[in-house]
């Protein structure tokens, strides 16, 4: 079946840096696009970044992680990467990796139908 098991969250302090890491199985990762979304306590999920299935430069981020955070892919390793630099207390939050339906770059969470169980990321003041 299909699983998509992230590690790599902690404690950080701002300004500090952060690589998380997506192991995926059970699919055929190289065709579809990935993301990563998160969740703050008491909010809704929102979209942080999204990859094509190709990698490269066919990349789409929030506005609020431009310029700090990079996602990338490894299609050899059925892995998807979030690298997160200078890090702020409003980062902290449970950090999703997902499968999208699709071969470009998703934002929306209804494109996505698999899901990571989530591993926290916490950025101290």
């Known amino acids: 079946q299909v699983q998509l098991v992230e590690s790599g969250g902690g404690l950080v302090q701002t300004g500090g840096s952060l690589k998380l890491s997506c192991a995926a199985s059970?699919?055929?990762?190289?065709?579809?696009?990935m993301g990563w979304f998160r969740q703050a306590p008491g909010k809704e999920r929102v979209f942080v970044a999204a990859?094509?299935?190709?990698?490269?430069?066919?990349?789409n981020y929030a506005e609020s992680v431009k310029g700090r955070f990079t996602i990338s892919r490894d299609n050899a390793e059925n892995t998807v990467y979030l690298q997160m630099n200078s890090l702020k207390p409003e980062d902290t939050a449970i950090y999703y990796c997902?499968?999208?339906?699709?071969?470009?770059?998703?934002?929306?969470?209804?494109?996505?139908?698999?899901w990571g169980q989530g591993t926290q990321v916490t950025v101290s003041s």
């Open positions: 059970g699919f055929t990762f190289r065709s579809y696009s």
């Open positions: 997902a499968s999208s339906r699709f071969s470009a770059p998703q934002t929306a969470i209804s494109a996505y139908n698999y």
């Open positions: 990859i094509s299935w190709s990698g490269g430069a066919s990349t």
